[in-house]
């Protein structure tokens, strides 16, 4: 699958698909820059939904209102900084009050096994870590409960 219909998908998937289980994702950003980053998709929304009178009432009552986001990066080859990344997110966060953050990462063919074993072993409960390798269908999470959300947020290839 190409880079940029694996884009479209998962742009769609976040704001009318099986993302709407997880945050009302209300808002997406092409290229987005944030710090000295620039990321190949941004979507931003809230864990509040909207809906008729009942489900507004419900939701007030019953559901945190966080701001969350969800920042896809194209990575071709293995020469950037995963820690950069983080860092970038986790500022932007703190200045925006994003509650649950979601980076992944995407390419057309296989990650390094190190980079795989690290984000594993990520088990920061603010942001969840994806690869993404379209050529093989394949996904990579981090094992917190973010990064196993994701897994099914990032599937599109059905």
Not at 76 to 93: M, Q, S, T, W, Y
């Amino acid at each position: 699958m190409e880079i940029a219909d694996y884009l479209l998908k998962l742009e769609k998937n976040l704001m009318v698909g099986s993302g709407r289980w997880v945050a009302e994702f209300n808002e997406s950003f092409r290229n987005f820059p944030v710090g000295r980053q620039v990321f190949d998709l941004y979507v931003r929304g809230g864990t509040r939904t909207r809906g008729l009178l009942l489900s507004r009432l419900f939701a007030y009552f019953s559901l945190p209102n966080y701001n969350v986001a969800f920042y896809v990066k194209h990575v071709p080859r293995d020469d950037f900084n995963l820690g950069e990344l983080r860092k970038v997110i986790e500022d932007r966060a703190v200045k925006h009050n994003i509650r649950w953050n979601w980076l992944a990462l995407i390419r057309g063919g296989s990650f390094a096994e190190k980079l795989v074993k690290k984000v594993d072993s990520f088990s920061k409960q603010e942001l969840g870590i994806v690869l993404v390798n379209t050529a093989e269908q394949d996904v990579d999470t981090s094992e917190n409960i973010l990064g196993r959300k994701a897994l099914s947020l990032v599937r599109t290839w059905k």
